[in-house]
T-cell receptor
Framework: SQQGEEDPQALSIQEGENATMNCSYK?????LQWYRQNSGRGLVHLIL?????REKHSGRLRVTLDTSKKSSSLLITASRAADTASYFC???????????FGPGTRLSVLP | KAGVTQTPRYLIKTRGQQVTLSCSPI?????VSWYQQTPGQGLQFLFE???????NKGNFPGRFSGRQFSNSRSEMNVSTLELGDSALYLC????????????FGPGTRLTVT
């Protein structure tokens, strides 16, 4: 079974609104990463958060990690139409290996 | 720096044939991983290579194999193709093994007829 599970599966919002996606996982991790994929193309790395970190920011992105609940969230603020994509969380084990991706959240930002 | 490149970008093969896909990692990156992406199964890990050795393998049949060369370039091979092998095959490189970001190529879309 997959390690990471994103929620919701699909999200539709208006430009300018904030988008929040959640990721839950099952076993101990070394780090959790978020990726974006546009229309069946390659994935783009967004942010990496290590198991001893609770929050990280990168531009309009904010990621939180709660290891006690085995969950992470990705917040995109002031969304733009160009943010329309699928977003995946990926976890690696305690050795930083065995990368596993969740099924993804499909985000649509409407102009 | 040039990104991860994959060739070919598109491929159409017939059942029973074999195929070889190529991946050139970012200069200086020594770890290369391969993934299969399908609408039904999502992104699934195939294998990871580091220093010309396979370090990890996902749950795929032996028809799927790969190798890495001394310049870190990697190839994956699928023999005796089945219709279910139709997918987007993604290659990712990272600086080393462990907790590093992975940088993905654009993928090779394989269609098996």
């Amino acid at each position: 079974s997959q390690q990471g599970e994103e929620d919701p599966q699909a999200l539709s919002i208006q430009e300018g609104e904030n988008a929040t996606m959640n990721c839950s996982y099952k076993t101990s991790i070394n780090n959790l990463q978020w990726y974006r994929q546009n229309s069946g193309r390659g994935l783009v790395h967004l942010i990496l958060i290590r198991s001893n970190e609770r929050e990280k920011h990168s531009g309009r992105l904010r990621v939180t990690l709660d290891t006690s609940k085995k969950s992470s969230s990705l917040l995109i603020t002031a969304s733009r139409a160009a943010d329309t994509a699928s977003y995946f969380c990926a976890t690696s084990d305690n050795y930083g290996q065995n990368f596993v991706f969740g099924p993804g959240t499909r985000l649509s930002v409407l102009p | 720096k040039a990104g991860v490149t994959q060739t070919p970008r598109y491929l159409i093969k017939t059942r029973g044939q074999q195929v070889t896909l190529s991946c050139s990692p970012i200069s200086g990156h020594r770890s290369v991983s391969w993934y299969q992406q399908t609408p039904g199964q999502g992104l699934q890990f195939l294998f990871e290579y580091f220093s010309e050795t396979q370090r990890n393998k996902g749950n795929f049949p032996g028809r799927f194999s790969g190798r890495q060369f001394s310049n870190s370039r990697s190839e994956m091979n699928v023999s005796t193709l089945e219709l279910g092998d139709s997918a987007l095959y993604l290659c990712a490189s990272s600086l080393a093994r462990g907790a590093y970001e992975q940088y993905f190529g654009p993928g090779t879309r394989l269609t098996v007829t």
